[in-house]
């Protein structure tokens, strides 16, 4: 099991560091853009699903557990894990949860 503290720094990191520069803040210096908000960062999907795949192993859980903790599909928790969607903050929160055993 993780501790909450850490499981809430990965999301914190992922949220602010993991992502692509964004084209248009950086072109841009003068308006932050609708979708970096000023950060300059945009999430990559696959970086913030590859982070989040590694913390559901190292908590030990499986795929099939996790989603239906979150009650989603197990195949939408395998895309957000593939980068093929992207993650909300709320689910990242519940995602980091459920490996903490506190949902």
């Known amino acids: 099991m993780l501790s909450g503290m850490l499981s809430k720094q990965i999301v914190k990191n992922l949220l ?25 960062r945009v999430q990559n999907p696959v970086s913030v699903g590859f982070e989040m795949r590694h913390l559901r192993q190292r908590c030990g859980k499986s795929l099939s557990a996790v989603a239906r903790k979150l009650k989603i599909s197990k195949a939408y928790v395998s895309d957000l894990e593939r980068g093929h969607r992207v993650w909300s903050s709320d689910l990242l929160m519940r995602f980091t949860k459920v490996c903490e055993g506190k949902i």
């Open 16 to 40: 602010t560091n993991v992502g692509d520069v964004c084209e248009q803040s950086r072109m841009d210096k003068t308006m932050p853009c609708e979708k970096c908000k000023g950060t300059g």
